[in-house]
Structures are given as C-alpha cells and as structure tokens.
C-alpha cells in the first residue's frame, strides 16, 4: 500500500496568491479612502474659486454710480464668471448687490450652502456629481474667500462643475492605479522573498524528510536569519537532527532486540548448564573452589538477570495498563522490604507517604518503576532511600531522595537514555529509562530534581485518577491483545 505522499499547493491557490490578491485589494481600499476626500475638496475648491470670481464682479457694481452698469457690460461679467447671478451681502451695509440679466429656465434644482457643508456632506455631493445625469442649476452659497464676513450667492450650471470633476477623477483614477500596481508589486516580491519562498523552502523540507528520516542530506540548513522565519528554520534543524538521532537509536535498540531474542534461548540453556556445574561445584570441599564459587555464582546470576532485563525491555510497547486503585504507602512498604532482603543491614527505605494516598494505576507497573528507582540508588551506593509525597492539583508529587555518591555529568547528560546511563561498571543502563517509560503510560513522568556529594533526588508526577480516554484506549488495546 502506498502511504500518501502531500503536494504543494498549485500556483492559483498557493500563499503567493492570496498575498498578491489581498495586497492589491487593501491597496486599493487605501486608494479610495484617497480618492473620495480628493473629489471633495476638489469640488470644494472649484466653488470657492466661482465664488471668489463672483465677488469681482460684484466689485464693478459696487464701483459705478447709484450702483448700475450697462446691461452688455453686466452680461459679460456673468459669462466671465459662468453664472446666471450674482448676489452679495456684505455685514455692514443693508441690502443686496445683484447682477442677473435673466431667470434660469426651470429654475433652481437644487441648493447647497458651503458654510454648513462638513467633510462628509462634501464628499457624498462631490460623489453624486461623478454619475451622469441631467444638467442641473444649483445655487450655490458661501462665504467669500476674499472677505470672510461676506457672503455670496451664485446660480449657475452644473455641468461645467461635473466635466470638470470627472476629467480630475479619471486623473485621480489613473494615478491611484499606477500607484496601487506599483505598490502592491514591490509588497507582494517582498513578501514572496522574505516569507513565502523560505516558507515552501521549509514545508518542501519537511515532505522530503517525512520519506526518510535517517538521511542527514534532508535535514534543513538554517539561512543564518535572526527573525521569525530565521528561528523556525532553527528549531526545525535541531528537532530534525534530534528525531534523527532518536530514529538511529531505536533502530539499533530494534536490531538489539531481534538478535537478542534470537539468542536469548540458547544463550538461557547455556546459563542453566553453568548453574547446575555451579551448583556440583557449591558441593565440593576444596578451599580453592569454595573461595571462588560465590564469584561464579554471581556472575552467572548477574548475566542471567541482564540478558532478561535486555529481552524484557526491547520486547515492550505500550505498557497495557490493568487499572485499580492502588494505595502508594503499602507499594512502597514492598518495594522497600524487596530491596532491603538482599542487603538488609545495609540498606534502608524510609517511606514517609502518607496513609491512604491512593492513585488509579497499574499496581504491578508502578512497583516495578519504584523498585528500578530504588534498586539504581542502592546498586550506586546509597544506604538510606528516602520517599516522600504530596498532593497537587489532580495529580501527586513524589519525592525520591538517596544519600549516595551524586551522579557525574555525564549520567546526567544520558540519564534516561537506555543501555547509556548505568553509573556500574555491570549495569545494563535499563532501570532509569523503563521506570520513565512507565510512569509515561501512566500520563506522568520522573524528572532529576538535583544531584551532588550529599546524594541524588528524584521528582515524580502521577495524576491521581487516569482519564476517560486512556482507560478506553488502555481496554481497547488489552481486547485486541487477548483476541490476538
């Protein structure tokens, strides 16, 4: 069967795509928020400039004796201003000064008073000029730019007033286009070559280094950047080159496994020969062989117990957990009563663990892992263990103290490492690691809290009850065991 192997995005759905789309797009947003105030004050300008013309020709009116001109000149001043009339009211005197030679046919359409216009009302009519529409007569009234204090008032048409804004809006138009095009091309290659290429540069990495973890050519080579993408290719090549190593170690503890179970039974039918040559030999009354025998007796007990803890270890998976509540001061009085009977004036357990502290767990597991940990400390030097707990939040801390030696720096570089962190010259380095891959099963973990000349101290969590998911998956896996 073979295993799905992902692909890259094509190009029209990629991250380089919707960069491109969503560049122009919000560039485009920032150039109508641009364009809309433009319009507006450009209207507002063009007003104001016919106001200001309007004023001027008021001016003539004002000059001339009883304040009338010639009908020719009066036309030629509103052509010149492009306005039906022409109205003025000044402050200090009475009355209003007019020029008008005829009414506008229709009359007036509509009307807009530039004083009270805000920023809003002045886009939204500059807006509604843009659309086509009929020719419209406006009046139009604001304050002159000349004299604040005056007002005047101008009929005129509208259209001159649209010609004027479209041909400026299709300029503003063209202008925002270029800049947006511009713009959003130099956004869009620079976030094609700062985030995108080193993205697809890392998840292309990442497919090819899924097809074969072991191959240090397919670990990713940091760039040397300091930024976000410069860490993420970091962390990316340390956790690589560290799955690879861990790969490297369990295929050898897998290849260690299946020689060892090759061998394991020829290996136990020489063993038992040894035992039973042994045990003729524990009969004999020479001094010779009675001084050497407890040697032999002890190396053969000693390689008959380390080629079962190798089989034991490279033969387990998951640990299939038989749940029930299990009381840790009573464990511990066994562990302590196990360990102790073969030293027992030498070694002590201290268990100071509350009376009824109980957990749900697999009893036989967890004793196992207490008793690795017990028996590392005394098989290291220690005389005293010493266990102590307390409750948490859900869950219990477990302190295991020993007074022996300390641990060098270099266990304690490997410590749960398997067949790397024995701290004797015989040790198979298996007790630390099967008591943490126990206690994992059990969704806790044993951590070295500190070692030095005054002995070594354990830190172990366990929650208190097993969640719901795991009891399910734990009866799933033992169903499927028994079936098998």
């Not at 009339?85 to 359409?109: N, Q, W």
């Not at 860490?231 to 956790?239: I, N, R, Y």
């Not at 020689?259 to 039918?269: E, P, S």
């Not at 270890?313 to 073969?342: H, I, K, N």
């Amino acid at each position: 069967m073979s295993r799905y192997r992902p692909s890259l995005p094509p190009p029209a759905r990629s991250l380089s795509a919707r960069l491109l789309v969503l560049t122009v797009v919000f560039v485009m947003i920032a150039e109508v928020l641009i364009f809309a105030p433009s319009v507006g004050r450009y209207r507002l300008t063009y007003l104001e400039q016919k106001l200001a013309t309007g004023h001027l020709g008021i001016l003539a009116l004002e000059a001339s004796p009883a304040e009338m001109i010639d009908p020719a000149v009066e036309r030629e001043i509103l052509e010149h201003v492009g306005a039906y009339s022409v109205a003025l009211t000044k402050p200090d005197r009475p009355g209003k000064l007019m020029l008008m030679i005829e009414e506008p046919p229709g009359g007036v359409d509509a009307s807009f008073d530039l004083r009270e216009a805000g920023f809003l009302t002045l886009i939204r009519d500059a807006v509604a000029c843009l659309f086509p529409k009929d020719n419209r007569v406006m009046r139009v009234v604001g304050s002159s730019p000349k004299e604040p204090g005056t007002v005047v008032e101008l009929v005129m048409d509208e259209a001159p007033l649209q010609d004027a804004l479209r041909s400026f809006g299709w300029r503003i138009l063209l202008l925002s286009l270029i800049i947006s095009a511009f713009t959003a091309g130099l956004v869009y290659l620079t976030l094609i070559r700062v985030i995108v290429l080193p993205m697809r540069r890392l998840t292309e990495n990442m497919i090819v280094f899924r097809d074969d973890p072991e191959d240090a050519a397919r670990i990713v080579v940091p760039s040397g950047r300091r930024d976000e993408v410069g860490v993420a290719e970091q962390e990316l090549h340390d956790m690589q080159t560290a799955l690879r190593a861990s790969l490297h170690q369990k295929t050898r503890l897998a290849a260690l496994g299946i020689a060892v179970t090759k061998i394991n039974h020829d290996l136990r039918n020489m063993l038992s020969t040894a035992q039973l040559l042994s045990d003729r030999l524990s009969l004999s009354e020479d001094p010779e062989v009675k001084r050497v025998a407890p040697s032999l007796f002890a190396a053969i007990d000693r390689a008959v117990a380390l080629c079962t803890r190798t089989l034991d270890f490279t033969r387990e998976g998951p640990a299939s957990l038989d749940l029930s509540q299990v009381e840790m001061r009573d464990l511990l009085d066994g562990v302590g009563a196990a360990c102790v009977a073969e030293d027992r004036d030498h070694r002590t357990l201290d268990n100071r663990v509350p009376a009824g502290l109980t957990v749900e767990a697999d009893r036989d597991q967890l004793y196992r892992a207490f008793e690795n940990l017990a028996r590392n400390a005394f098989q290291a030097g220690a005389g005293t263990v010493t266990v102590a707990a307390r409750r948490l939040d859900g869950g219990l801390e477990i302190e295991v103290a020993d007074n022996g030696p300390g641990l060098s720096p270099r266990a304690r570089e490997r410590l749960f490492q398997p067949f790397a962190s024995s701290t004797r010259k015989d040790g198979s380095g298996l007790g630390l690691a099967i008591a943490k891959e126990l206690l994992r099963a059990h969704g806790g973990d044993v951590q070295l809290a500190g070692s030095d000349a005054q002995g070594t101290r354990f830190r172990i969590l366990l929650p208190l009850r097993q969640p719901k998911s795991r009891r399910r998956g734990m009866r799933a896996g033992r169903t499927r065991r028994d079936a098998a």
